[in-house]
């Protein structure tokens, strides 16, 4: 009877939410008619007040998103969510104007005296549809681009983080008003009707088979998208690196947020002959990482009991199949999943063909360099791809010959947090730009503009045709 009441209850606060965001969205759309080119200096002032907001509440940030997963460490939260919050913020506050002028463009002779620019024009009202993995994070970098473009933003928060989705609802109140930033809650129906508003942009990061859902809502009012969706990024070890250094990267990238990260290496290729020194280097680097599983408060939960069982039969399939489980601790305790290396897969196994998103990391042998190019090259395009080796030789090859969203060399996900470079992926990974000055340009119109005073050459070509300037204008010109 008491579920039957807290279901009922869940269903109402749904359908009062999405009554209200058709509401939501004509109030914006009406305020971004009112001012459709907001100053740099508004623009400034949107994004220091969010730097100044998430500054001061930072340690009820993070105590919302260890809530919410059952333990998050605090120091990957300060790590991966609001350090790089806050560069995004400043970057972006630092080059607003700059990014905000016309660019010229030149002009052919043929249609001289005039000039041409393009003009970098707000969109409107942005959509912002936020994963439960890094929930601030990936509120706030579309937000600060959608800002500093000069837009209204409607967020959807994700409905397992409810914890952390009330308190950036809460924060972005206090310094927004809601016809300018407005977070939306909600289960996935309130998800579904959000991604059916007429947005003049849309921004999804997560799933793979969401985000075809969300695009294809998307699609009947023909607003654009960005599509982050992850995969199955891979790390190639070369067959000359120090399989330590490799090893302790690769085991950063992996245990950050327990795996639950969208360019988290999912598999490793490592030359046939070295696979025994990488698991025990890797075993290795990842207890000197946690030293202990139990109560280490630096050791972060999976997000639900959900996704747990996910993983959990991700393991159990393997091993139905031929898998070799290699433990890297005891038992779980609770939702904390000890890391996993998992050798023998196959493409039979689930692990090996849906993004895992947890601490399990198989390892696919491969004999040349070749083979491992040609195995990445056979699967749908990764969002990011590592490669350990100090060949710069194979460094090129790695560039030139395979694809995806973003690439580190000798490291993981790093590139993610580099202001000055674009994020997002290629096919199955997704489409699009954002952070930095591509994420200004992608919630921005960049509108070509063609100027011209009173002189009018282009008289000369007007009807009625066959006159002799028009001939001789065509023998300059037409080649």
Same mark, same amino acid.
């Given at each position: ?239 000359? =690196? &120090? #399989?330590?250094?490799? $090893? ?6 992996? !245990? @950050?947020?327990?795996?639950? /990260? ?63 489980? =290699? &433990? #890297?601790?005891?038992? $779980? ?6 890391? !996993? @290396?998992?050798?023998?897969? /196959? ?65 993981? #996900?790093?590139?993610? $947090? ?62």
């Amino acid at each position: 009877m008491v579920a039957d009441i807290a279901q009922f209850k869940t269903l109402q606060q749904n359908q009062q939410q999405i009554a209200r965001l058709d509401e939501l969205f004509a109030r914006q759309r009406e305020a971004f008619r009112a001012a459709p080119m907001p100053s740099a200096e508004q623009r400034i002032q949107w994004l220091k007040a969010l730097r100044d907001l998430l500054f001061n509440e930072q340690d009820a940030l993070i105590r919302a998103i260890s809530e919410d997963f059952g333990n998050r460490s605090a120091d990957e939260t300060l790590l991966a969510e609001i350090m790089p919050s806050l560069h995004n913020i400043h970057y972006a506050t630092k080059r607003v104007k700059k990014w905000m002028k016309p660019s010229r463009r030149s002009v052919g002779l043929a249609f001289q005296p005039a000039s041409a620019k393009v003009v970098y024009q707000p969109l409107g009202v942005v959509g912002v549809i936020v994963p439960w993995n890094y929930p601030l994070y990936l509120a706030i970098g579309p937000l600060v681009a959608a800002l500093a473009a000069g837009n209204r933003v409607m967020i959807k928060m994700s409905e397992s983080t409810p914890v952390t989705s009330q308190l950036v609802k809460d924060l972005l109140a206090r310094v927004f008003p809601d016809d300018l930033v407005a977070v939306v809650l909600g289960e996935a129906e309130v998800g579904m009707a959000f991604s059916k508003l007429p947005f003049d942009h849309l921004l999804f990061t997560g799933a793979t088979s969401i985000g075809k859902h969300v695009m294809r809502a998307a699609a009947e009012n023909l607003t654009p998208v960005t599509l982050e969706l992850g995969g199955k990024s891979p790390a190639i070890v070369s067959d000359d =690196v &120090p #399989l330590a250094h490799a $090893a302790e990267r690769i085991a950063f990238g992996k !245990t @950050l947020n327990a795996g639950q /990260t969208c360019v988290a290496p999912d598999y490793v290729l490592v030359p046939r002959d070295r696979i025994e020194a990488f698991v025990q280097a890797y075993r290795e680097a990842v207890q000197g990482f946690f030293p202990r599983l139990e109560d280490n408060p630096d050791y972060t939960a999976i997000i639900n009991e959900r996704q747990l069982s996910r993983l959990n039969g991700y393991l159990a399939d393997a091993v139905s199949k031929g898998a070799e489980l =290699v &433990p #890297l601790f005891p038992g $779980a305790q609770g939702r904390r999943l000890p890391h !996993t @290396l998992l050798l023998n897969v /196959t493409d039979e196994m689930k692990v090996m063909q849906d993004e895992i998103f947890g601490p399990l990391l198989p390892i696919v042998p491969y004999d040349r360099l070749d083979q491992a190019f040609a195995y990445i090259n056979q699967r749908p395009r990764p969002l990011a791809l590592y490669y350990f080796g100090y060949d710069r030789a194979e460094q090129q090859r790695v560039l030139h010959e395979t694809h995806s969203g973003g690439v580190c060399l000798n490291d993981c #996900l790093l590139h993610v $947090a580099q202001d000055d470079l674009p994020f997002g992926g290629i096919g199955h990974s997704g489409m699009g730009h954002y952070h930095g000055y591509e994420g200004f340009l992608t919630f921005s119109k960049a509108k070509g503009v063609f100027v011209k005073q009173r002189l009018n050459a282009a008289k000369m070509i007007y009807p009625p045709y066959g006159k002799a300037i028009q001939k001789l204008v065509y023998k300059l010109f037409v080649r």
